[in-house]
T-cell receptor
Framework: AQSVTQPDIHITVSEGASLELRCNYS??????LFWYVQSPGQGLQLLLK??????LVQGIKGFEAEFKRSQSSFNLRKPSVHWSDAAEYFC????????????FGTGTLLAVQP | GAVVSQHPSWVICKSGTSVKIECRSL??????MFWYRQFPKQSLMLMAT?????????EQGVEKDKFLINHASLTLSTLTVTSAHPEDSSFYIC?????????????FGPGTRLTVT
C-alpha cells in the first residue's frame, strides 16, 4: 500500500539550531516527492520537490532535502532555523504519471524557541 | 506565478443549506484540480480529482452526491457541499496542477473554512 510516514508529530528546536524532519514512504512506482509547509489557517506552500537527478534538492527559505532510495526516505533539513519557520510541515509522494495524486504524511508541527 | 485562489476564505451556513466554494488558477491553466479536506491538527485527505470538461473522480468513502464538483474551465473548479451538516464543518483546500508539459507540481489555494451551524 502507498503511504507516507512522518514519525515526529511535534518537534521543538531553538532558534539558530539545525533541523531535520523525517519522512519515509512506501510506494510501488518511481515516486515524485514533495515537502510542503502550512502556516495556521493557510493553504500549503511548496518548499521543494524531487523528480529525478541529483538526490539532494534545494528549496526555498534555505531548506534542502535528500532522497535516499535505499532507505525510502526524503528528510527535510535546514542548517539554522528562524522563528518564522514555526509551522506544520507535510511530506507528500506522488505518482510518475498522469494522475498526479498526492499522498500526504500526517505532518510534523515545528515549534521554535527563542 | 502559479497562484491559486479560493473563495470564500471562510463561510458559515445553516444545517440543510448548500454552500459553493470556488477554486481558481490565476496565472496558469489547470487541466486537473484536486479537492482536499483537512480536519483540525490532521493531514489533508484527498476528496476528489477534477478534470476540466469531465466528471470528477471521487475517493473511496466520499459521497459524490453530497460533494458536487464542477470543473467548467481550465481555471475554475467549484465544490458544492449540499445539504450541509455540522459534521461537514472542516477546512477545504483545493490544488491545481500546472497543465504544461513536464510540470508535475500542485499549487494549493489558501483554503476555505466551512462552519455548519
Amino acid at each position: 500500500a502507498q503511504s507516507v510516514t512522518q514519525p515526529d508529530i511535534h518537534i521543538t528546536v531553538s532558534e539558530g539550531a539545525s533541523l531535520e524532519l523525517r519522512c519515509n514512504y512506501s510506494y510501488g512506482a518511481t515516486p515524485y516527492l514533495f515537502w510542503y509547509v502550512q502556516s495556521p489557517g493557510q493553504g500549503l506552500q511548496l518548499l521543494l520537490k524531487y523528480f529525478s537527478g541529483d538526490t539532494l534538492v534545494q528549496g526555498i527559505k534555505g531548506f534542502e532535502a535528500e532522497f535516499k532510495r535505499s532507505q525510502s526516505s526524503f528528510n527535510l533539513r535546514k542548517p539554522s532555523v528562524h522563528w518564522s519557520d514555526a509551522a506544520e510541515y507535510f511530506c507528500a509522494v506522488g505518482a510518475v504519471g498522469a494522475t498526479n495524486k498526492l499522498i500526504f504524511g500526517t505532518g510534523t508541527l515545528l515549534a521554535v524557541q527563542p | 506565478g502559479a497562484v491559486v485562489s479560493q473563495h470564500p476564505s471562510w463561510v458559515i451556513c445553516k444545517s440543510g443549506t448548500s454552500v459553493k466554494i470556488e477554486c481558481r488558477s490565476l496565472d496558469f491553466q489547470a487541466t486537473t484540480m484536486f479537492w482536499y479536506r483537512q480536519f483540525p491538527k490532521q493531514s489533508l485527505m484527498l476528496m476528489a480529482t477534477s478534470n476540466e470538461g469531465s466528471k470528477a473522480t471521487y475517493e473511496q468513502g466520499v459521497e459524490k452526491d453530497k460533494f458536487l464538483i464542477n470543473h467548467a474551465s481550465l481555471t475554475l473548479s467549484t465544490l458544492t457541499v449540499t445539504s450541509a451538516h455540522p459534521e461537514d464543518s472542516s477546512f477545504y483546500i483545493c490544488s491545481a496542477r500546472d497543465g504544461r508539459e513536464g510540470r508535475h507540481e500542485q499549487y494549493f489555494g489558501p483554503g476555505t473554512r466551512l462552519t455548519v451551524t
